[in-house]
């Protein structure tokens, strides 16, 4: 379990920015989740939808979503989006039927420490086919929030790892759409930096991108340290 109460300068670069406290919320209740899962002692397979999925057990079961106020909400993955399917999908059940496309969604990556700097490693991936998703367009952004869930799956200073992430947003990725090749960028208007909204956990960030609309998109990340539950 990983918490701090010591703020960094960083925890304020958002002041500005829109904010969505409600989905704050949301993902602190994942942090739990984190917790629970590490807890546990579980071993997973180094696997991206495994480790997703683990998740779900938890946002799924009743007893959890009511001693963390999330009986209103309805988790659901693989939802099929314009293009691909996001990994986790968020839908508010409370109030008034607003649109079919009022939820949020969650993008998970795995990350290790491999190519770190490049253009093929998982940190591209990160960007590539999980930021990138959201800034181009293929997958909906009702709330101009959404966030992305960095798996870690070997021994790294996250940090520092953010730091690389970071360094990589400027870079155009190609890509293949609907048969052809495409470039796609993270737009990046701020760079991953440090935010306290799930109750000091060392490892929340927050950036912000222009979206293909002209919007501005907030993005919310939070990183996972399964580095000694893989198996």
């Known amino acids: 379990m990983v918490t701090s109460s010591n703020l960094s300068a960083t925890s304020f670069v958002y002041s500005q920015t829109r904010r969505d406290f409600y989905f704050e919320s949301i993902l602190t209740a994942c942090v739990d989740v984190y917790n629970a899962i590490i807890g546990s002692a579980i071993q997973l397979a180094n696997d991206e939808n495994t480790i997703r999925d683990e998740f779900l057990k938890y946002l799924q079961d009743m007893y959890f979503k009511q001693s963390h106020e999330l009986k209103n909400l309805k988790f659901d993955k693989e939802t099929s989006e314009n293009t691909g399917r996001a990994d986790i999908r968020v839908l508010p059940t409370k109030d008034e039927y607003v649109n079919d496309e009022a939820y949020y969604l969650i993008e998970c ?121 893989i198996i």
């Open 109 to 229: 990556k795995r990350l290790d420490n491999k190519n770190v700097r490049g253009t093929t490693g998982l940190n591209a991936e990160y960007i590539k086919n999980g930021i990138c998703r959201y800034v181009c367009g293929y997958y909906s952004s009702y709330y101009d929030n959404n966030a992305m869930f960095g798996f870690i799956v070997e021994k790294m200073d996250i940090k520092g790892n953010v730091n690389e992430i970071n360094g990589l947003f400027s870079k155009n990725f190609k890509k293949k759409k609907l048969g052809k090749e495409c470039f796609v960028n993270a737009n990046v208007k701020q760079s991953m930096n440090y935010c306290d909204f799930a109750n000091g956990y060392l490892y929340s960030y927050m950036s912000t991108h222009t979206h293909i609309s002209g919007k501005e998109l907030t993005l919310y990340h939070l990183m996972f340290d399964f580095s000694n539950n």
